[in-house]
């Protein structure tokens, strides 16, 4: 009989082994989620051309998720991740709030030039309706992505009197226009996406800017 000690390490390797396997074959299905989404559309891909194109077991898909909303939710997931990701760490690489801002609004911009295929997956996959629990639990993983470029920015607001909007106002104010310039390009519009990345981080900079320097109004009197 083996000693107890040596059962417990093989057992925890074994299941060492199989949580990376199953983490290999989830992201393998997300690969393959997003290849059949750039090949086909959205709409009109199913979860078996996901399946094939992943090379996958029917089994092995439904143990992971629960069907073609679950697979992808958490795609998109993981490119809301992958992106707040580089915007941050561009952002965070700065330590003015105008170069920050505009690090902002260039990542984003140079990240959706880098992964079109993403990019046009997440804006489309945005464009979806799904129920309530779910844009709820989208919108919290949003706001965790987005704490750590909002302590950062609120570091540096004492250079500069900030509006201290919170993180859905300032994605409004200093995003908007270029998430509008990223799904139109995305969508075959003739937009010059990598020129406007010389004009909307200074556009976004200028927003935020106006309203910090705004002075304060004087009451009305009665």
Request: net charge neutral; glycine share 8%; proline share 5%.
């Amino acid at each position: 009989m083996a000693p107890a000690g040596t059962t417990s390490g093989h057992s925890r390797r074994q299941a060492s082994s199989r949580r990376r396997d199953g983490i290999q074959r989830r992201d393998e299905l997300l690969d393959a989620a997003l290849s059949c989404f750039s090949e086909r559309g959205l709409l009109n891909t199913r979860i078996e051309d996901i399946r094939r194109a992943a090379g996958a077991s029917p089994s092995s898909v439904y143990n992971l998720f629960d069907g073609l909303t679950s697979l992808t939710l958490t795609l998109l997931a993981r490119t809301f991740e992958r992106l707040f990701a580089h915007v941050t760490s561009r952002a965070r690489a700065e330590d003015r709030p105008a170069a920050a801002i505009r690090a902002l609004v260039d990542g984003h911009l140079e990240w959706v030039l880098g992964h079109e295929d993403e990019a046009r997956f997440m804006y489309g996959a945005m464009a979806l309706e799904v129920a309530t629990a779910q844009r709820e639990e989208l919108a919290e993983l949003k706001a965790r992505l987005a704490v750590p470029v909002m302590e950062h920015l609120a570091s540096l607001a004492g250079q500069c009197s900030q509006p201290a909007w919170p993180a859905s106002t300032l994605e409004f104010i200093v995003l908007g226009p270029a998430n509008e310039a990223c799904r139109r390009y995305l969508g075959g519009a003739p937009v010059d996406l990598a020129g406007l990345r010389g004009l909307l981080p200074e556009v976004a900079w200028k927003s935020v800017s106006a309203f910090a320097s705004a002075p304060a109004r004087e009451p009305t009197a009665g």
